[in-house]
């Protein structure tokens, strides 16, 4: 009896009902993987820009180590745009008051920011944040500003709040170890907290900036020094040629000062905070003898010499005759010395002062009482400058020596950084265009491509093909058919992904698939019946419209599983990730064997799939003889069903072939 019209139209509501949620569930799929794909290329994008940021940074530094105003404003554009921020600015801080030296923002933040004058961390009108940081704080995020206890106490700092929009602050303290050198803050106008990942990139960006700082800091002193060294240039020969050694340098100098200023004997003494020190001597060796045999290389001043003068303040002592000085008559040692000993009248000594700080004196003195001219004076004191030039030189050249090895290590350091996490990104997308996306992101994760070393493991190879499809390469166009692959591989290669299945390769209409490698799963079986399911469902589709064409297709699979050695192949520039072993060669000849809509699989996949609550339909074909295979292979069939995979409670024998 046939079925009422109205049975029919029932099951085909039913059936068009179904096919609906099937395309629904299939656009949530997609929808699914275009979500993650999306996520995984915006977490690039940002790793890339962060990493372009963090280079273009270093280019600026590099190119202009003594602009400081340029690398600033370059941090702070990178920086308001990277954390997603509306202004910016940039304080220096000298240990008493901030500086604001580079600032962005809409047009109404500026101006205010412009005409604010801080004072000292703390003062009334200085910003709390700030003094946060200058009080030791490395790190301020403010949720809310206009919920923070300063806004409603500090009225410098609500007027900043509600002028300029501020909801969310994030200050960071420039430091070079223990020392505060300024603040990178920038500031959102809405309540939006930083993400850790915003906060530790700032961070970046403040250490970015402490060694544009330091370099710049180093590059100050260092002309400051070499432009002083060109005084004279008789005694900065010296003093190039002997930068570390101040010994030639203070002897040259003694030598020129006493033709120049027509004196007998000459010293350069050293002082340490008590006592002076003899550092050179030139001009009588008898007098310089006594000095070490009376042990007075090495003395504390006493009352009325010239070096105690130096002492107490005075830049240059001017001693007509010796003989005449108050510290003579005392029967002071090194006074009564110079007359009897050396028979010196007239003394000249400047002090050697570094800003505020003595170092020393250079003295010059004559066998005759004859003042010493004004010009002579000047000499003099041209070549205490000289000293300290010498003096300062050694000492910042060692120092130089040290910071310069920090700031390269620094800036290696940095580069090399840039250059690692560079260089990963292009290792991703590298491995991502010949390995499975979950091979990939696990070499990257783990650092290190063992994963790819050969090994062997228990894993379920899937084969599929098309029906027909050499019949109809013969009589289409290279193009039709370049075209044809594409729609096809468009449809069956995501499944590949969403079962989390392993692409060996595509072959023209052949596609290989293993599960269980390189990463294991509980139910390998399972997943690559599944897989293999959709894909004849998303083959079957793509048939009937080409069948319109003409193209008489059709879709077949192969599925076993068994040990196979896994590893990669290929050569440096272009390799893949394959298995080797039988189970590949039965699951190519189960393939081989199915006709138009068949699954076939081995006797160890129906068991495996049989043990779960798989949807899925089994036939039973007996024993099959494969080519290339020495021994029958049983093999079941994966039944089409007329409705959706769901109706079937449970994996079902519907029957058995002769040989089973």
């Given at each position: 009896?046939?079925?009422?019209?109205?049975?029919?139209?029932?099951?085909?509501?039913?059936?068009?009902?179904?096919?609906?949620?099937?395309?629904?569930?299939?656009?949530?799929?997609?929808?699914?993987?275009?979500?993650?794909?999306?996520?995984?290329?915006?977490?690039?994008?940002?790793?890339?820009?962060?990493?372009?940021?963090?280079?273009?940074?270093?280019?600026?530094?590099?190119?202009?180590?003594?602009?400081?105003?340029?690398?600033?404003?370059?941090?702070?554009?990178?920086?308001?745009?990277?954390?997603?921020?509306?202004?910016?600015?940039?304080?220096?801080?000298?240990?008493?008051?901030?500086?604001?030296?580079?600032?962005?923002?809409?047009?109404?933040?500026?101006?205010?920011?412009?005409?604010?004058?801080?004072?000292?961390?703390?003062?009334?009108?200085?910003?709390?944040?700030?003094?946060?940081?200058?009080?030791?704080?490395?790190?301020?995020?403010?949720?809310?500003?206009?919920?923070?206890?300063?806004?409603?106490?500090?009225?410098?700092?609500?007027?900043?709040?509600?002028?300029?929009?501020?909801?969310?602050?994030?200050?960071?303290?420039?430091?070079?170890?223990?020392?505060?050198?300024?603040?990178?803050?920038?500031?959102?106008?809405?309540?939006?907290?930083?993400?850790?990942?915003?906060?530790?990139?700032?961070?970046?960006?403040?250490?970015?900036?402490?060694?544009?700082?330091?370099?710049?800091?180093?590059?100050?002193?260092?002309?400051?020094?070499?432009?002083?060294?060109?005084?004279?240039?008789?005694?900065?020969?010296?003093?190039?040629?002997?930068?570390?050694?101040?010994?030639?340098?203070?002897?040259?100098?003694?030598?020129?000062?006493?033709?120049?200023?027509?004196?007998?004997?000459?010293?350069?003494?050293?002082?340490?905070?008590?006592?002076?020190?003899?550092?050179?001597?030139?001009?009588?060796?008898?007098?310089?003898?006594?000095?070490?045999?009376?042990?007075?290389?090495?003395?504390?001043?006493?009352?009325?010499?010239?070096?105690?003068?130096?002492?107490?303040?005075?830049?240059?002592?001017?001693?007509?005759?010796?003989?005449?000085?108050?510290?003579?008559?005392?029967?002071?040692?090194?006074?009564?010395?110079?007359?009897?000993?050396?028979?010196?009248?007239?003394?000249?000594?400047?002090?050697?002062?570094?800003?505020?700080?003595?170092?020393?004196?250079?003295?010059?003195?004559?066998?005759?009482?004859?003042p010493f001219t004004d010009k002579q004076i000047a000499l003099l004191q041209n070549f205490a400058a000289q000293a300290v030039i010498a003096m300062e030189n050694a000492r910042l050249l060692d120092e130089l020596r040290q910071r310069t090895d920090e700031v390269a290590g620094l800036n290696r350091g940095l580069e090399a950084r840039v250059a690692e996490q560079v260089e990963e990104l292009g290792r991703v997308g590298r491995l991502k265009r010949f390995l499975a996306p979950q091979l990939a992101e696990l070499i990257v994760s783990q650092g290190d491509e063992k994963i790819l070393e050969s090994h062997r493991r228990d894993i379920v190879v899937v084969f599929c093909d098309l029906r027909g499809y050499t019949a109809f390469t013969e009589t289409a166009e290279p193009e039709e058919v370049l075209a044809f692959l594409r729609e096809y591989h468009g449809a069956l290669g995501p499944l590949v992904a969403q079962f989390e299945g392993t692409l060996?390769?595509?072959?023209?209409?052949?596609?290989?698939?293993?599960?269980?490698?390189?990463?294991?799963?509980?139910?390998?079986?399972?997943?690559?019946?599944?897989?293999?399911?959709?894909?004849?469902?998303?083959?079957?589709?793509?048939?009937?419209?080409?069948?319109?064409?003409?193209?008489?297709?059709?879709?077949?699979?192969?599925?076993?599983?068994?040990?196979?050695?896994?590893?990669?192949?290929?050569?440096?520039?272009?390799?893949?990730?394959?298995?080797?072993?039988?189970?590949?060669?039965?699951?190519?000849?189960?393939?081989?064997?199915?006709?138009?809509?068949?699954?076939?699989?081995?006797?160890?996949?129906?068991?495996?799939?049989?043990?779960?609550?798989?949807?899925?339909?089994?036939?039973?074909?007996?024993?099959?003889?494969?080519?290339?295979?020495?021994?029958?292979?049983?093999?079941?069939?994966?039944?089409?069903?007329?409705?959706?995979?769901?109706?079937?409670?449970?994996?079902?024998?519907?029957?058995?072939?002769?040989?089973?």
């Amino acid at each position: 009896m046939s079925a009422t019209p109205d049975n029919t139209l029932a099951d085909l509501d039913q059936r068009i009902a179904d096919l609906e949620r099937q395309l629904a569930e299939t656009r949530a799929e997609r929808d699914e993987a275009q979500r993650q794909l999306a996520e995984r290329t915006i977490e690039r994008d940002e790793a890339l820009d962060e990493q372009t940021a963090a280079a273009e940074v270093l280019q600026v530094i590099n190119s202009s180590p003594g602009d400081l105003a340029r690398v600033f404003d370059t941090i702070l554009e990178k920086a308001m745009s990277l954390c997603e921020a509306a202004h910016g600015h940039v304080w220096t801080y000298d240990g008493e008051s901030p500086r604001l030296v580079a600032l962005r923002g809409d047009p109404q933040t500026v101006q205010w920011m412009q005409q604010f004058r801080p004072r000292a961390p703390g003062a009334p009108s200085s910003l709390p944040p700030m003094d946060r940081v200058v009080r030791g704080d490395r790190i301020v995020h403010v949720t809310d500003a206009r919920q923070d206890d300063a806004y409603r106490s500090h009225p410098s700092y609500r007027d900043q709040v509600d002028a300029c929009g501020i909801r969310t602050v994030l200050d960071v303290a420039l430091r070079k170890d223990d020392t505060l050198l300024g603040v990178l803050a920038v500031y959102r106008q809405e309540v939006r907290p930083f993400t850790d990942k915003q906060i530790g990139l700032l961070q970046n960006f403040a250490a970015q900036a402490v060694v544009a700082m330091e370099s710049a800091r180093l590059l100050t002193e260092t002309r400051e020094a070499l432009e002083q060294q060109t005084a004279t240039a008789e005694v900065l020969q010296v003093i190039n040629s002997s930068p570390s050694d101040l010994a030639p340098v203070f002897d040259a100098m003694l030598e020129k000062a006493l033709r120049l200023c027509e004196g007998n004997f000459g010293a350069l003494l050293t002082y340490d905070g008590e006592f002076f020190s003899l550092a050179a001597e030139r001009g009588h060796q008898d007098f310089d003898r006594w000095l070490r045999e009376a042990g007075a290389v090495r003395f504390r001043p006493q009352p009325g010499m010239a070096t105690a003068r130096i002492i107490d303040g005075e830049r240059v002592v001017h001693i007509a005759d010796i003989r005449n000085n108050e510290a003579y008559p005392g029967g002071e040692l090194i006074q009564r010395g110079l007359v009897e000993r050396g028979g010196f009248r007239t003394l000249l000594s400047v002090a050697l002062h570094k800003d505020t700080t003595l170092l020393g004196a250079i003295n010059v003195q004559r066998q005759e009482v004859r003042p010493f001219t004004d010009k002579q004076i000047a000499l003099l004191q041209n070549f205490a400058a000289q000293a300290v030039i010498a003096m300062e030189n050694a000492r910042l050249l060692d120092e130089l020596r040290q910071r310069t090895d920090e700031v390269a290590g620094l800036n290696r350091g940095l580069e090399a950084r840039v250059a690692e996490q560079v260089e990963e990104l292009g290792r991703v997308g590298r491995l991502k265009r010949f390995l499975a996306p979950q091979l990939a992101e696990l070499i990257v994760s783990q650092g290190d491509e063992k994963i790819l070393e050969s090994h062997r493991r228990d894993i379920v190879v899937v084969f599929c093909d098309l029906r027909g499809y050499t019949a109809f390469t013969e009589t289409a166009e290279p193009e039709e058919v370049l075209a044809f692959l594409r729609e096809y591989h468009g449809a069956l290669g995501p499944l590949v992904a969403q079962f989390e299945g392993t692409l060996d390769q595509f072959s023209g209409d052949g596609i290989m698939v293993f599960f269980n490698d390189p990463i294991p799963c509980p139910d390998p079986a399972e997943r690559a019946v599944r897989m293999a399911m959709a894909m004849r469902e998303a083959a079957g589709k793509l048939i009937t419209v080409w069948r319109r064409h003409g193209c008489e297709l059709g879709f077949g699979a192969g599925i076993a599983q068994g040990y196979a050695t896994l590893g990669q192949i290929g050569f440096s520039e272009r390799s893949g990730y394959t298995a080797i072993g039988t189970v590949c060669n039965l699951a190519a000849r189960l393939c081989a064997e199915a006709k138009d809509g068949q699954i076939l699989m081995s006797s160890r996949i129906a068991e495996a799939v049989e043990a779960v609550e798989a949807v899925v339909r089994l036939e039973d074909l007996g024993n099959l003889e494969l080519k290339g295979l020495r021994r029958p292979v049983a093999a079941f069939n994966v039944v089409q069903s007329p409705s959706a995979p769901d109706a079937c409670p449970n994996l079902t024998v519907v029957a058995r072939g002769a040989g089973g």
